[in-house]
């Protein structure tokens, strides 16, 4: 089992840029995939982006393509999501979640960290 702590949410104006990190414990962080979904009131839970564990694969959503980008740092058992270009849809609980990949659930899941874009 893993445990996933979210950090780094907050307001943003439109436009501006954000950076939320997952920090890791509980298991070899490089040897699973880490993703991102985000869920705003209302709505359904969306895939956001993820990574392979060796950081090499990555993919998105589509409606984040192009202006958020996932990363990972293997030695500090952390994943960031930078994202850029922000717009009043993004407004989201962000979630990092561990384990999964296109065909695979996502097994492990943190609390959430809150990103308010204000337009």
């Known amino acids: 089992q893993v445990q996933l702590v979210e950090s780094g949410g907050g307001l943003v104006q439109a436009g501006g840029s954000l950076r939320v990190s997952c920090a890791a414990t509980g298991r070899t962080f490089s040897a699973y995939p880490m993703g991102w979904f985000r869920q705003a009131p209302g709505k359904e839970r969306e895939f956001v982006a993820a990574?392979?564990?060796?950081?090499?694969?990555?993919y998105y959503g589509d409606s984040v393509k192009g202006r958020f980008t996932i990363s990972r740092d293997n030695a500090k058992n952390t994943v960031y999501l930078q994202m850029n270009s922000l717009k009043s849809d993004d407004t989201a609980a962000y979630y990092c979640?561990?384990?999964?990949?296109?065909?695979?659930?996502?097994?492990?899941w943190g609390q959430g960290t809150q990103v308010t874009v204000s337009s």
């Open positions: 990574i392979s564990g060796g950081g090499i694969s990555t």
């Open positions: 979640a561990a384990g999964g990949w296109r065909n695979r659930d996502w097994t492990d």
